[in-house]
């Protein structure tokens, strides 16, 4: 049962990263776990990263999940497609934990479906680029049932070095009524 306790959640992953040019780089990733039966997630991403101006950068990503086992856990908690997410990301500026006084926004948007990934567990796209590090992260399990989407807000800045003040708004709701 996907949603028990005990169950085997090993996996293999891996992380690519294309520099296209020197103001934008391309990622992809595999996320394949060795029992679909227990953790149902085969899941594949791709990214792109770019910088516009000196102080403006982009981001989108977009992770499915090909596993049979999660189609058909989306079908038994999901009405349409559950195994796809999505964000994209606008940067202004940016906080830097060397430079004292420096700061930076963002603004979001995530899609994140109830079966596209462990969000829990999720690495380097699927996790970090994707914004679930950045506060996201509302546990495996609640995500996993209901999915999540809506925007996000961001503010850094550099209090001292080596130490940066984050807060971070999420407006979001559930993406299913399961």
């Given at each position: 049962n996907y949603l028990g306790t005990n169950r085997t959640r090993a996996a293999y992953w891996g992380d690519f990263t294309y520099s296209a040019s020197k103001n934008w780089n391309i990622?992809?990733?595999a996320?394949?776990?060795a029992d679909t039966k227990q953790y149902p997630f085969n899941v594949w991403g791709i990214g792109v990263?770019?910088?516009?101006?000196?102080?403006?950068?982009?981001?989108?990503?977009y992770a499915w999940n090909t596993a049979q086992e999660a189609k058909d856990i989306n079908t038994a908690i999901a009405n349409g497609d559950?195994?796809?997410a999505w964000a994209a990301q606008i940067q202004y500026k940016g906080a830097?934990?060397?430079?004292?006084?420096t700061w930076g926004l963002y603004v979001n948007y995530r899609d994140l479906k109830p079966m596209a990934m462990d969000f829990g567990l999720a690495s380097g796209i699927l996790g970090n680029d994707i914004g679930l590090g950045?506060?996201?992260?509302?546990?495996a399990?609640?995500?996993n049932v209901l999915g999540r989407k809506g925007w996000g807000f961001q503010g850094d800045y550099t209090i001292s070095k080596n130490?940066?003040?984050t807060a971070t708004y999420f407006a979001t709701e559930d993406v299913n009524s399961a």
């Open positions: 990622f992809a990733t996320f394949m776990a990263q770019g910088q516009l101006t000196p102080d403006w950068k982009v981001m989108a990503n559950g195994t796809t830097d934990k060397t430079k004292v006084g950045d506060g996201m992260n509302y546990g399990l609640t995500t130490v940066i003040l």
